[in-house]
């Protein structure tokens, strides 16, 4: 996965590479946490290195006053693979939670 992250980085270009660094470190956007109406769910692993959750996850679950917070306990920034199966679960789990019924969705296959 190391390997697989090392040649997507190298296959981007310098410039935005550290254009999007800038960005997103250095971009507020806490004045417009509180103004979200949507579901939202957030999912941040106790063990970041790279965005810590005292910095990241815990202070946008408190600015987004409905949001669904999950924690994953010793999980990494790149939960996404070494937590890839709860993960997926989870998702689902919001998806049918918050998902919208229609006529046609109400209808099992």
Do not use: W
Not at 10 to 21: E, H, I, M, N, R
């Amino acid at each position: 996965m190391l390997e697989y992250a090392r040649m997507l980085a190298l296959l981007g270009s310098p410039k935005a590479t550290l254009d999007c660094v800038v960005s997103f470190s250095a971009t507020d956007f806490r004045a417009d946490l509180p103004k979200v109406q949507v579901p939202t769910l957030i999912i941040h692993g106790s063990s970041d290195q790279t965005v810590p959750i005292e910095a990241s996850g815990n202070r946008t679950a408190q600015m987004i006053p409905q949001a669904q917070y999950i924690v994953y306990e010793g999980a990494p920034h790149g939960f996404y693979y070494t937590e890839k199966d709860r993960l997926n679960q989870d998702l689902l789990s919001f998806i049918s939670q918050t998902a919208p019924k229609t006529a046609s969705s109400a209808v099992s296959n």
